[in-house]
């Protein structure tokens, strides 16, 4: 009897494992949605390696493609030592609750300064979240990624080629859905 027990709560977690592996790779499958357009600029969050399940263990690593639609036009962000510095997060757990960032993540890397999107450019990032933000809980958590920008007109308008965040827009992605599932 103990025996069946035993077997039966190993099916039952098996298939409430397979059941988040499986709702994971439904919901990311629309994660090729790009975000709405902000004065003619988009952004795209994928997960690397197109994983199906991630262990609570393991690093969450994206892609963050940010997209110049236009063709008259180039725009800037400023970068601040790495991409996990540069770009912002809206990170809502498993539970509906937002998940704060790690406030002891120091960069280290690339160097500050303004980066460039020329007229129909994309640029990519590759970004480690679990630098940032710890994944602890099991279920499907909800990324957006943010980052803020300015027109090269904008500012040559206000007479320097320095990044103003006054003067600048903020550009959402898609909501990416990631499933973390106990791994053994």
């Known amino acids: 009897m103990e025996q069946c027990f035993n ?3 190993a099916q039952k977690n098996f298939v409430i494992i397979l059941a988040l592996i499986v709702q994971g790779t439904c919901l990311n499958a629309v994660a ?3 975000g709405n357009a902000t004065n003619g600029v988009q952004a795209l969050l994928v997960l690397r390696d197109d994983k199906s399940r991630i262990g609570t263990n393991d690093s969450i690593v994206v ?3 940010v997209k110049n639609t236009l063709t008259n036009e180039t725009f800037c ?3 601040w030592g790495s991409p996990e510095a540069s770009f912002s997060y809206s990170i809502i757990s498993p539970s ?10 120091v960069p280290v890397g690339f ?19 679990s630098k940032l933000y710890k994944f602890n809980e099991i279920g499907t958590y909800k990324i957006i990624g943010k980052i803020k920008m300015e027109s090269k007109s904008t500012m040559l308008a206000h007479g320097e080629q320095t990044f103003d965040e006054s003067k600048a827009f903020e550009v959402i992605s898609n909501p990416l859905s990631v499933t ?3 791994i053994k």
């Open 63 to 65: 892609s963050l493609k």
């Open 77 to 79: 962000f400023y970068f």
């Open 32 to 34: 090729d949605e790009w």
């Open 96 to 105: 509906g609750i937002p998940v704060p960032r790690n406030e002891s993540f």
């Open 180 to 182: 973390t599932v106990a």
């Open 111 to 129: 160097g500050t300064g303004p980066r460039w999107i020329a007229s129909n450019q994309t640029t990519e990032y590759e970004i480690n979240l």
């Open 7 to 9: 077997s039966m709560n």
